[in-house]
């Protein structure tokens, strides 16, 4: 079909945002708007000695100053939405710590808010904010998690002793120690994966109004329904008085699923004042506030045969969670991600134990993969150690270890279910595509020219989609309109172009006559939102269901049209979407037989877990200038797996994206903390590097479609697995050119100085 599955059709989007035509929260306002300004905690650690905003109460154009003492009960705290429970003896479950929308008592990162100012504009809410006055009395601080969790770090919490979160893990350690024991060889690495800040396009954003009766948000989130229900708990307060409004969003990786507490302080101070308060947050807020991402440090160890064959591994990791947990934070680097530790390799047994420790930093959340780059650079650093410990060809090592498309379905030990695969089609693909075996030749010509030349072929998979619940409505109008709603909304991924390709495969309707609705709590009840790259897997699903629903209920409008019995009418996709008599030409639209009924509402539900595991091989390869530091990618190389296709530009574009992200976490992206303040280093894009189109070369993509059996369309998702494969693939690389010259260990981020010093170090 010329609109159907398959088909790479430009984003119909695109038209609206390079016209500087898209509608966000900021972009939302209304004359009597009241502004909101928030004051936060310039220390990493101190007691709050005093705290008088009375000035600020009496400035010019304020309406409101709330501090705890004003909230004290009328909010439930931010707590951790996934409490992990005890694994065994002798391990910790998640402590109960909890976070106060505004600072009490204590204030413990940077940035935390102490006061919420509402004021008629901007610059009056700025102003008052700085008659504020704040006493704190500094108290010492810890901002590593292995040293939070040292005897005698600063306490954060009274509730968690020692600065431990929780002390959990997955997997046989008795099997996996015997194992180790009869091993031929043994290694081992340290694996750093630093913390970063997720960066939006668009800052966090929220407009919030009450009448009386009821909130109307609008917010730029990845789910209206999810921040619907985080803002019911911390209000105290039913889901039905709370509707969310989510338009055009700018971004949100995760980071825009969290909740956060500035939104439900607006919300107060909204019913307090029975007026519209709007924020958008700078960029400075959004370094201070946002939850980060990443920052795991772990021991990862590898056991072996005489033939190179995985026996077993090991992992140990310390989570830095930051002063308080966030919404999933407790998750990230255990139930979300220890499950594919070892990646897709065929590992027999295997043991991961996690530590969370609390820091005096931003809290730590779901970043574009949650988890699962960190696990597979982690298990692709170890695979690295482990085939150069055998003199072997690191790719060729890799397939030896690999799942074969003959084990399928394979249960790997967190249970992942791999229903469809071929690795080493991939890895053939990718490694060609490199050219992998004229490496050495390149890097003779390299260093020919003064420069070091590196490369490295890793291998990642992806757990993706699932639960929890979707839904989709379908409108049908007779003007020849279809509408659709769906829970899991767009952030930049090209809904408005995908979705309607699935219902013009499932009605043969002109996609120009599909419209997408914005975000809206009051039109679906069962959403999931958008996250764990679940779009695709979950909204086919529905849409179809909604499509085969608003077919069978437009049968009764066609068959009053063509006076014929339901029995009688079949539907035709390839005449455009048309009821016709069966044997004969007499027809009508779906636009004329929904309008026989005054239009036609099709409901599309699911509910279940069923993952999807894409998959696939990036091979990195990277130049260094040793007088400069500076790191040049001169080739990239893909082979990818996300089953049945439905846009193959749209996909490009997702795993581009993804890989750029890897990229600037390996190449320079890194929050850092001053250990003896917590004052953050990098704090502005002065100082926090972010990735450049510059520094890309073209990227050879191929896509292997190996459909997966676990949903309808067999589509596998994509939105996260570039920065899955890039994190590893880049940090290897340079790594390769490193080792070339002496260096024995080194971590990212690969920053100009910090290579520079590897090699001058060596």
């Known amino acids: 079909m010329k609109f159907g599955l398959g088909q790479p059709i430009r984003r119909r989007e695109d038209v609206r945002f390079l016209k500087g035509e898209g509608r966000y929260v900021d972009d939302i306002h209304a004359a009597g708007d009241l502004h909101a300004y928030f004051l936060r905690s310039p220390a990493g650690h101190a007691r709050i000695a005093s705290l008088d905003v009375s000035a600020a109460r009496e400035a010019e154009g304020v309406r409101l100053v709330l501090t705890w003492a004003e909230i004290e009960g009328r909010l439930n705290p931010l707590t951790n939405d996934f409490p992990l429970e005890s694994t065994g003896e002798g391990v910790e479950p998640a402590k109960p710590v909890a976070m106060p929308h505004l600072a009490r008592e204590r204030v413990r990162f940077v940035g935390q808010p102490v006061a919420m100012i509402v004021a008629e504009t901007l610059a009056q809410a700025r102003d008052a904010a700085e008659l504020i006055e704040l006493d704190l009395e500094e108290l010492p601080v810890v901002v590593g998690q292995r040293e939070a969790l040292e005897p005698g770090a600063p306490q954060l919490h009274d509730e968690a002793p020692g600065n431990l979160s929780y002390d959990w893990g997955m997997g046989d350690a008795e099997a996996t120690d015997a194992a180790f024991a009869r091993a031929a060889k043994t290694v081992s690495v340290e694996v750093v994966n630093n913390r970063i800040v997720v960066a939006s396009l668009e800052p966090r954003a929220a407009r919030i109004g009450w009448d009386g009766a009821r909130w109307e948000i609008h917010a730029g989130t990845q789910g209206s329904h999810n921040l619907r229900g985080k803002l019911a708990r911390q209000l105290g307060v039913d889901a039905g008085t709370i509707r969310v409004l989510t338009p055009d969003v700018g971004g949100g990786f995760g ?20 007026a519209v308060i709007r924020w958008t947050a700078d960029r400075s807020e959004a370094f201070l506030s946002d939850a980060q991402g990443r920052d795991l440090l772990t021991l990862a160890e590898g056991a072996f045969d005489a033939d190179g064959k995985v026996l077993a591994m090991r992992f140990r990791s310390v989570s830095n969670l930051g002063a308080y947990y966030s ?73 030896r270890n690999l799942i074969t498309s003959d084990q399928t379905p394979y249960t790997n030990h967190g249970g992942c279910v791999f229903d469809s695969a071929d690795p080493a089609r991939n890895v053939d693909d990718a490694t060609a595509a490199a050219d992998w075996a004229g490496f050495e030749a390149r890097r003779a010509e390299a260093a020919a020219r003064g420069k070091l030349a590196g490369i490295a072929a890793v291998y990642y998979f992806e757990r993706t989609g699932g639960g929890p619940a979707e839904s989709a409505l379908m409108d049908v109008k007779p003007d020849g309109e279809i509408t659709l709603a769906v829970g899991t909304q767009s952030t930049g991924q090209g809904h408005e172009t995908v979705w309607p390709q699935i219902v ?84 009508v639209t779906l636009f004329e037989a929904a309008g026989q009924m005054g239009g036609v509402q099709g409901l599309g539900e699911v509910n279940d877990r069923v993952a999807t595991f894409p998959n696939g091989c990036h091979v990195a390869e990277v130049e260094l200038d040793p007088e400069t530091g500076a790191v040049e990618i001169t080739r990239y190389s893909i082979a990818d797996d996300f089953g049945k296709i439905v846009n193959p530009l749209l996909v490009e574009g997702q795993v581009h994206g993804g890989l750029v992200q890897g990229a600037g976490q390996v190449m320079g992206e890194v929050m850092v903390f001053d250990p003896d303040t917590a004052q953050p280093l990098s704090g502005t894009f002065m100082d926090y590097r972010m990735p450049r189109a510059s520094d890309f070369p073209p990227i050879s993509f191929k896509l292997n479609e190996i459909p997966c059996t676990t949903n309808p369309l067999g589509v596998k998702g994509c939105g996260e697995a570039g920065a899955v494969g890039a994190i590893p693939a880049l940090a290897l690389a340079i790594q390769d050119a490193l080792l070339a010259a002496g260096v024995e260990a080194a971590a990212p981020p690969f920053t100009p100085v910090r290579v520079w010093s590897y090699l001058n170090a060596a």
């Open 504 to 587: 013009h495969e499932e009605l043969g309707v002109d996609p120009m006559k599909i419209r997408l609705l914005a975000g809206d709590s009051d039109v679906l009840t069962a959403v999931g939102g958008t996250g764990g790259s679940r779009s695709l897997i979950m909204a086919s699903r529905v849409l179809m269901l909604a499509a085969k629903d608003v077919v069978d209920k437009a049968m009764d409008g066609a068959s009053a049209l063509l006076e014929a019995a339901r029995a009688d009418i079949e539907y035709s996709v390839e005449d455009g979407g048309r009821f016709r008599i069966k044997g004969t030409d007499r027809s």
């Open 255 to 274: 980071m825009k699923l969290q909740a956060h507490p500035e939104d439900a302080l607006i919300a107060i101070g909204a019913r307090d004042l029975g």
């Open 327 to 399: 919404t999933f934070g407790a998750a990230i680097h255990t139930f979300f991600s220890v499950p594919i530790s070892g990646g897709m390799y065929d590992v027999p047994v295997w043991r991961h134990e996690v530590k969370g420790a609390f820091t005096n930093t931003v809290p730590t959340d779901a970043y574009r993969g949650a988890g699962r780059p960190e696990m597979i650079h982690i298990t692709e650093q170890l695979m690295e150690t482990a085939a150069r410990a055998f003199g072997a060809d690191r790719a060729e090592f890799r397939k």
